[in-house]
């Protein structure tokens, strides 16, 4: 009897052993060209649940990520808001800083963010409480500075803020050579957006890249510029701002009209594609990049508002912050009603496609091509 009890324990033990699957290696994980993060990577394959469980480790040893997928590309480390190709999250997701300090927990179902989402600093505050649904933010919200004060205490709903304040946004400007020598002239405007990173209170921080970079390396352009600055935790979409910022826009500048440029990156391109369908009267010509587009409804429902708009749209296909196919997705809807549409996917590009773009001249000369007034088939 005691044989078969072992028999038993051996067979169920062996079966055990089939339906897992594990793994460890070291992940090297390149933040740029300059820096990398190593991680020590733990795979483990449930046959059971049919999920990759995975734990990533600082080289320190503390935990650093714990998540389960669906189906999962070992060799990437995606950010937590992006399914990066096949990377497929499901349940909840985990994130600690290299003290050992939670940072993020939330909860994922086919890849979408769905359910309760909180975040701390690192210095043990709580950072924000938010409530997701498919991928968009449904619900009360709440977000704390760094000293636990309470910033936002919004309600949103399919990704939109149900209660936005009318406020007015600090902006920074650059005025071309022989502004204030020709007094008559009405200049065309380039209207930037910054991405994530930026958010906050100084404006300095505008200069770290985009059009200001630029400028702030002595670069000239026959373009107004302006720059407003986004307070932290939220996104373009969350205040009433731009109403007020183009009024001050046009009552302050000399500005012509009818050549309005409007371009982001990251969270800027997000703001771009969300600028353009809700004020398409405004723009000349726009040109998002590297921008979520399915985080609120009211972008794809209102997608015909571009029908006549020229669009340049610009992704990386190895941006693991915000996967390429946000940007797919609106190219392919509106190539259905829009001649006047480009995209340019590059194979080789993360995220940081902007650092490409910007630099160059052909996205300026492409601006310039628009003009309200004039049938544009360019």
């Not at 704390?144 to 400007?173: A, M, S, T």
């Not at 007094?183 to 930026?198: E, K, N």
């Not at 969270?267 to 000349?284: E, I, M, N, Q, R």
Request: aromatic residues 16%; hydrophobic residues 35%.
């Amino acid at each position: 009897m005691r044989q078969a009890g072992i028999v038993i324990l051996l067979i169920i033990y062996t079966g055990f052993l089939k339906a897992q699957e594990s793994e460890i290696f070291v992940l090297h994980q390149a933040l740029s060209k300059y820096d990398t993060i190593i991680y020590k990577r733990i795979i483990h394959f449930d046959r059971q649940d049919s999920l990759y469980h995975v734990r990533d480790y600082f080289e320190n040893g503390q935990i650093q990520m714990e998540a389960s997928y669906r189906s999962f590309d070992k060799q990437v480390k995606e950010e937590y808001q992006c399914n990066y190709f096949s990377n497929i999250k499901e349940g909840a997701y985990k994130e600690w800083f290299d003290d050992g300090q939670i940072e993020y927990i939330g909860n994922y179902k086919n890849g979408l963010r769905t359910g309760p989402a909180h975040s701390w600093y690192k210095n043990g505050r709580k950072e924000g409480e938010e409530y997701w649904m498919n991928g968009q933010l449904n619900g009360d919200i709440r977000y704390w500075d760094e000293e636990g004060n309470l910033q936002f205490d919004l309600k949103f709903k399919k990704g939109l803020n149900q209660h936005p304040k009318k406020v007015r946004y600090p902006f920074i400007d650059y005025l071309p050579s022989g502004y204030y020598s020709d007094t008559a002239r009405r200049w065309p405007v380039i209207i930037f957006l910054h991405g994530g990173s930026a958010r906050g209170s100084d404006t300095l921080d505008l200069y770290d890249y985009g059009p200001f970079d630029q400028i702030y390396r002595g670069r000239a352009f026959p373009f107004l510029i302006v720059a407003p600055q986004c307070p932290q935790h939220i996104r373009w979409s969350a205040d009433d701002w731009f109403d007020n910022f183009y009024q001050d826009l046009i009552n302050h500048y000399r500005v012509d009209t009818n050549r309005i440029y409007l371009t982001g990156a990251s969270l800027g391109g997000s703001g771009t594609w969300y600028l353009a369908v809700k004020y398409p009267d405004k723009f000349a010509a726009i040109a998002p990049m590297s921008g979520f587009t399915r985080h609120m409804d009211y972008i794809s429902i209102h997608i015909e508002r571009l029908k006549q708009m020229p669009v340049w749209a610009f992704h990386g296909v190895l941006d693991t912050v915000v996967p390429y196919e946000e940007t797919e997705y609106m190219v392919d809807k509106l190539k259905k009603i829009n001649k006047q549409v480009k995209f340019t996917l590059e194979s080789k590009v993360g995220h940081w496609i902007h650092h490409l773009i910007y630099p160059g001249n052909e996205l300026y000369d492409w601006f310039l091509k628009y003009d309200k007034r004039l049938k544009n088939d360019n």
